[in-house]
Each structure stands twice: as C-alpha cells, then as structure tokens.
C-alpha cells in the first residue's frame, strides 16, 4: 500500500514541488482473545498473514490451525487484529507481556493504538541549513561506522554541525536503537538540538521521527525514502524531512523552509 504527498525536490541547484509517492506504515495491534497482545508498525496489507506469522514466530501458536479466526478492522488510528484462538488462552498470555523490543521495531509491547500515535512536541522554528551541509553529512556518514566496515548490517545515526560536519555517531543493529543511542549521547554532552541535524544510514519511519521530535531535532535526513506516516507526523511536529542526499537531489519531505536557497546559512 502507499500514498501520495506533495513535496519538493532538490536537484542542481534547483527546487520544484510535485507528488511524490510513499509506503503506508500503520500501527497494528493484535489482540489475542480479547487480550492486548502487542502494537507493531506494519505495512497495512496482509494483515491476517502477518498475526499467523507474527503469533506463531513469538510462540503464542505452534500451528496455523489453532487460530480459530483473525478479524481485522480499520481505524483512524491503525489497525486493530483480533486472533480468536481454539481452547484456552495460553498460560504466558495471562501475565503481563514482557517481551522486548526488536530491532525491527521501535513499538513492540505498546498496548494501545493511541499509546503507538501518541502526539509529539511542535520542535521550534529555525535553523536554515544549505545542501552542501547535508551532502557532506551524508558522504562523511560510512567513516563514523567502523563496526558497519568489519562486519556489516549496522545502521549510524550521526549528529552534524550546521555546516555538515558530523559530531557525534552511534551505530546498533537497529536503526531507532542507534538513534537512541545518539540522542543519549548528545543529552550527556550537553549538545542542544537546534545548533545542527542529524543524518541516518537508514530509511525514516514514523519512529524515528517521533524520537527526533521527542529530542528537538530541527532536521532529519535519511538515506532512504521516508514512508508515509513518518511524514505527516513530521508535518505535524514542524520538522524538517529530507532523504536520499547524494549525487546532488534529495527530496524534502516536509519543512523547506529550512533549507536555504543560496550557500549562506543563517537563522532564519
């Protein structure tokens, strides 16, 4: 499933809008037995394949024909899965669900759709940052992966300077773990969000701009095209969204205004 949203582009010096179109991500919850289970970011298709593999991977079934029936409705919030299993509910389903976040996800174990869409802080206005900056973030991005370099499948999340250059990076497996990572480095350090942006090795989610938000982030530019979701929300955050940075485009996703026009930087 995808949308389609009006945005700009950057490319050789020039900027013009047009539609672009993006994959739909949504919260699903999956309910088993009238029980919250869990609240996972999903692409909104194939819902009842995704319980019958998500309740048999996470050991909640061990076969396809104990799931008596999966109903799935639509919200304005998400999705809501309702597994009806044959027989009891099991034993480790009675207790409170304690399993942990995966690196695939940054909302495994929310109980609630509104928990999974809670609202975030409009991030104040300013700075304007130039696309030479956001270039050389984006280049300078494999030198602050080491672990990436030995081993692979490692994501960085890095935080730059107002003219592209990086300060702090943290890698993890998880591409929310590592901006985590960053963002509790930079709180550590006392460094204030608005004096820069920060850059992923990643796609952009609706997690990872709900925790850019969270921090004050003025500007997140991914490697990969953002979904859908993760847009509006910046949107609604006042948040810049910028992806794909190389070979000299990108494509803004939301808050151009803070993107200058010329190479000069300011405050406005």
Request: some cysteine.
């Amino acid at each position: 499933m995808a949308g389609r949203l009006t945005v700009e582009r950057y490319s050789a010096g020039e900027r013009g809008s047009g539609d672009g179109v993006f994959p739909e991500e949504a919260p699903v919850a999956v309910v088993v037995n009238d029980t919250d289970y869990a609240v996972m970011l999903a692409s909104p298709a194939d819902v009842e394949d995704f319980v019958h593999g998500f309740l048999l991977t996470e050991g909640v079934i061990r076969d396809t024909a104990e799931v008596d029936s999966v109903t799935v409705t639509d919200r304005p919030e998400g999705v809501v899965a309702h597994a009806r299993l044959h027989g009891a509910l099991p034993g480790h389903l009675r207790r409170e669900r304690a399993t942990p976040g995966m690196s695939s996800c940054g909302l495994c174990g929310v109980r609630s759709l509104q928990e999974a869409l809670r609202p975030v802080r409009p991030v104040a206005d300013g700075p304007v940052f130039t696309p030479a900056a956001l270039f050389a973030a984006m280049a300078a991005l494999p030198e602050w992966q080491p672990c990436n370099a030995a081993a692979g499948a490692m994501h960085v999340a890095a935080f730059a300077a107002a003219d592209g250059t990086i300060r702090h990076a943290r890698e993890d497996v998880g591409r929310h773990n590592a901006l985590d990572k960053l963002i509790g480095a930079l709180l550590r350090d006392g460094v204030a969000p608005a004096t820069g942006f920060v850059v992923t090795s990643s796609r952009c989610s609706y997690e990872m701009v709900q925790k850019s938000a969270a921090f004050g982030v003025p500007l997140l530019c991914t490697a990969s095209a953002p979904t859908a979701l993760a847009i509006r929300l910046a949107r609604r955050a006042n948040m810049s969204l910028v992806s794909l940075a190389r070979g000299g485009s990108f494509l803004i996703g939301c808050g151009g205004q803070r993107i200058a026009a010329t190479e000069a930087t300011g405050d406005g």
